[in-house]
C-alpha cells in the first residue's frame, strides 16, 4: 500500500472532494432535493514506435466533473473541467435550470443511503511508475526488436506502444458521502506482420497491470507476438459442417461479455434482452460457475463501490449454471422493483471456475473440432442471442492442433451455446475484468466466409 504522505495524488483528491461538496451544497441552496457528483482524471505518457522510429509521444491529462441534481423527480445534468468555484456554481445552475424542463421520472433520485460505501477500504490500486519518455521508448524498441529477431519470416512490424497513467475517482451525493481512490494503469503492446510465400498475416500481444512490477517483460511481449503471427501462417479454409469448437481463454472473455449485456437493469427493463425473466433459471450449463470478487488486491476491474457509491460486494452470478443476480443500478432497480447490486458503470472482476487443467487438456476432451484464437466483426445480438461472427484459429484432431484456418464464420445462438459449455480450462485470462480460461462449447456451425 502507497503511503499518503508526499504524493500530490492525495492533495489532488482533497481538492476534488472540495469541489464536489462545494456543488453539492450549492445544488441544495439552489432547491435541489438531491444531488450528486463525481470526477475522474487521468494523467500519464503514451509512447509509440514503429520499426525502430518514434512515432509519437504523448502526455495525457483528461478528466471533467460531473452533477445530476434532481427537484423532485426532475433531473437535470452538466459538467466542467474547470473547477474554479465561480465555474461550478455556474455549472450547477445550469443543472438546475435543465432540471426545470426534464419529464418528471418517478424512478430518478441518488442511490438509497443504506446502500451506500461511506468507508471505502484500499484496494491497494495506486502504483505510480515515474518512467521517463525515453525509458518509454526503450521498452517499445525492446519489444519490437524481440518480434523482428524471432524468425526471419517476421518482415514488417505495425508498431510498438507503452503507457503509463495514473488518476483519480472522487464520487459524492446528498446522503453526506463524498469519497475517492487513486489508480494506476500501465502496459506494453505490440504488432508484427509475418509472410510465407503469398500469404501474409499479423497478430499482437500485449501486458497491462497496475503495477509496473507485474508486466510481462517488454522481450518476452514481442516474442509471444511473433509466435502468435507466425502460427497463423499457411492458413486454410474450412468447409461447412457442425463442429465442437474451443473458444481460446484470450477470447472467451467476450462470450461472457454477453452476459453482461444480457442481465444489465437496462436491457432488461427495456425488454431488449435475450435473457429476459431468466434470474434463478438454468441459463449455463451445470459446469458453469461464475464468481464476482470486487475487492481483488490491485485488481485490474476491483473498486469499493460502483458508480452511484453503493458498497461492492462479493457475489456469485452464476451458480451450476443458474442465474443468481442481475447487475442493476439504481435506476433500473426501481424499475423493476428491486435492490441495487452495485453494477453502476460496470462489473467487478469475474472469476469463472475452471473445469481442466488447461487447454491442452480441453482440447483432448474435445478430440475433433475448431480452437477459435480470433474474432472479427459485432454479429452479436442481444435482444435475441444470435451469433454470427468472422473467426480464425485451429483446426483440431484427435486433441492435436492440425494446421491453422482463416476466413471462417461460427453462428450459433446464445441461448444454446451457454447451455453447450461442456468443459473450461485453467489457463486463465487475467489481463480484464472477465477472468476465465478457454471454453469448450459442444457444437456450432461453421462455415467459410
Not at 62 to 73: E, P, T
Not at 142 to 167: C, K, P, Y
Not at 360 to 382: D, F, I, P, R, S
Request: aromatic share 6%; charged share 20%; hydrophobic share 40%.
Amino acid at each position: 500500500m502507497k503511503s499518503q504522505q508526499n504524493d500530490p495524488i492525495y492533495s489532488q483528491i482533497s481538492q476534488v472532494k472540495d469541489a464536489v461538496a462545494e456543488v453539492l451544497e450549492h445544488a441544495k441552496k439552489l432547491g435541489a432535493t438531491a444531488a450528486e457528483a463525481a470526477m475522474s482524471s487521468t494523467s500519464g505518457l503514451s509512447v509509440s514506435t514503429r520499426m525502430g522510429e518514434v512515432e509519437t509521444i504523448e502526455f495525457n491529462q483528461d478528466g471533467g466533473l460531473g452533477i445530476s441534481v434532481y427537484v423532485g423527480n426532475n433531473k437535470g445534468s452538466a459538467s466542467t473541467a474547470d473547477l474554479n468555484p465561480k465555474t461550478l456554481r455556474t455549472v450547477v445552475e445550469k443543472a438546475i435550470d435543465i432540471a426545470k424542463f426534464t419529464s418528471d421520472d418517478p424512478f430518478n433520485g441518488v442511490a438509497d443511503k443504506e446502500l451506500l460505501e461511506f468507508n471505502p477500504q484500499d484496494l491497494d490500486l495506486y502504483h505510480p511508475w515515474d518512467v521517463s519518455p525515453e525509458q518509454g521508448i526503450e521498452l517499445c524498441h525492446t519489444a519490437e526488436q524481440a518480434a523482428l529477431n524471432a524468425d526471419e519470416r517476421i518482415v514488417n512490424s505495425d508498431g510498438a506502444s507503452f503507457s503509463s497513467h495514473q488518476g483519480l475517482r472522487v464520487y459524492g451525493n446528498s446522503h453526506g458521502l463524498i469519497a475517492g481512490f487513486p489508480r494506476t494503469r500501465h502496459s506494453i503492446s505490440t504488432m508484427v506482420i509475418g509472410k510465407d510465400g503469398e500469404q501474409m498475416q499479423r497478430d499482437s500481444a500485449y501486458t497491462v497491470a497496475r503495477d509496473q512490477a507485474g508486466l510481462t517483460d517488454a522481450a518476452a511481449v514481442g516474442l509471444e507476438a511473433a509466435s502468435e503471427t507466425l502460427a497463423k501462417l499457411n492458413s486454410q479454409k474450412l468447409g461447412t459442417m457442425k463442429v465442437p469448437v474451443v473458444f481460446r481463454a484470450d477470447i472467451a472473455n467476450s462470450l461472457f461479455g454477453h452476459l453482461v449485456s444480457a442481465i444489465g437493469g437496462g436491457a432488461l427493463y427495456r425488454k431488449s434482452s435475450f435473457l429476459l425473466d431468466s434470474l434463478g433459471t438454468q441459463v449455463f450449463s451445470h459446469c458453469v460457475n461464475i464468481a464476482e470478487r470486487p475487492h481483488i488486491l490491485k485488481g485490474l476491474a476491483s473498486s469499493p463501490f460502483d458508480s452511484e457509491g453503493v458498497k461492492t460486494v462479493d457475489s456469485e452470478i452464476i451458480q451450476g449454471g443458474e442465474l443468481q443476480t442481475y447487475l442493476l443500478a439504481s435506476y433500473a432497480a426501481r424499475k423493476m422493483n428491486m435492490t441495487p447490486t452495485g453494477h453502476a458503470g460496470g462489473i467487478h472482476n469475474w472469476l469463472v471456475e475452471q473445469t481442466h487443467n488447461d487447454l491442452q487438456a480441453l482440447l483432448k476432451t474435445m478430440g475433433t473440432g475448431l480452437l477459435v484464437t480470433e474474432l472479427m466483426g459485432q454479429g452479436v445480438n442481444t435482444v435475441t442471442g444470435d451469433y454470427s461472427r468472422g473467426a480464425g484459429g485451429f483446426w483440431v484432431e484427435n486433441g492435436e492442433i492440425q494446421y491453422p484456418v482463416s476466413e471462417i464464420t461460427i453462428a450459433g445462438n446464445l441461448k444454446d451455446m451457454f447451455k453447450g459449455i461442456s468443459a473450461i480450462g485453467g489457463d486463465i485470462e487475467r489481463r480484464g475484468g472477465i477472468q476465465t480460461g478457454s471454453v469448450l462449447i459442444e457444437q456450432m456451425q461453421i462455415a467459410g466466409a
